[in-house]
């Protein structure tokens, strides 16, 4: 489990964020309500991604849930009847909550959803945006806005699409149906299901390798995968080349060839 020695807390205590090496994690605590998100936090959220963001220490970002119950099982429709009790006031928290999700789905660093126990609605959206997704066994996913007569928004639907594709898509949303991870991990939804007692250990060597490796290189496939997604009129090349550009020229290669000659392990620095 993380070390919280160097814990901070947001959104009264229901975002946790931490470092360990070059490891940021976030945890979604809220474990009473297994971790359904409140307008707070969302916002509590963003505040944890923009300071590991900024930390130059930081190469990657867990997102986790607390209390081995849930990853976070959607909205807190507990607060429906004050934030989204019609057209108007849903718009504005969507306004609000969305402003989140573009700074996860604009996020420069590599992150990692360590999905344990109900992934629901707002919470499939988070681990949707995440570069990759890691489950435990006894994780469920689902939608359920057609049983609360909501409408689920376009960013997510279209990252949805993208992962599982539009047939899927249509029964996931039409059905409001939960699945569980072994049919998550078929079509394409997560890429590793992993027992539930070992899900964090995996998850941690995963960043752990990453964080490891050269933060440029990295850079540069998140910047060009994400071109690749975007249709060829969209897309832009000269980030591409520059990204490529900026490793070709980089120390990090220099040390990269070096350590390779001397049959040692590199030190990268991201420069």
């Known amino acids: 489990m993380p070390d919280l020695t160097n814990e901070t807390s947001y959104a009264a205590g229901k975002i946790l964020k931490h470092v360990t090496g070059g490891v940021g994690v976030i945890t979604f605590n809220n474990p009473v309500k ?5 307008l707070e936090m969302w916002e509590g959220f963003g505040e944890a991604l923009t300071s590991l963001r900024d930390d130059d220490a930081v ?15 959607g909205a807190d429709i507990s607060q429906f009847e004050k934030t989204r009790y019609n057209a108007a006031a849903s718009e504005e928290y969507g306004r609000r909550s969305a402003a989140q999700r573009a700074l996860l ?37 689902g939608i359920p806005a057609a049983r609360l007569g909501i409408a689920y928004g376009y960013d ?14 249509r029964l996931l949303m039409y059905t409001g149906m939960r699945i569980d991870s072994a049919e998550a991990l078929r079509i394409g939804l997560v890429e590793r299901v992993i027992p539930d007692e070992l899900l964090w250990g995996e998850t941690m ?10 933060p440029l290189a990295i850079k540069a496939a998140k910047i060009t995968i994400a071109q690749v997604l975007k249709d060829e009129s969209g897309r832009d090349m000269d980030a591409i080349k520059a990204v490529g550009t900026a490793c070709m020229d980089s120390a990090d290669f220099r040390e990269g060839r070096q350590a390779f000659m001397e049959k040692r392990k590199p030190q990268f620095q991201g420069k």
């Open 34 to 38: 297994r971790n359904a998100m409140s």
């Open 156 to 169: 997510g639907l279209r990252h949805l699409v993208s992962l599982v594709g539009p047939s899927w898509a």
């Open 105 to 141: 789905a604009n996020y420069p660093k590599p992150t990692i959803a360590s999905i344990q126990g109900f992934c629901l609605g707002g919470g499939m959206q988070v681990a949707m945006l995440a570069d990759i997704r890691i489950a435990a066994h006894d994780s469920q996913f």
């Open 59 to 73: 190469r990657v970002v867990i997102l986790r849930g607390a209390g081995g119950k849930a990853f976070v099982s």
């Open 205 to 214: 060597a995963i960043a752990e390798t990453i964080s490891q490796n050269a």
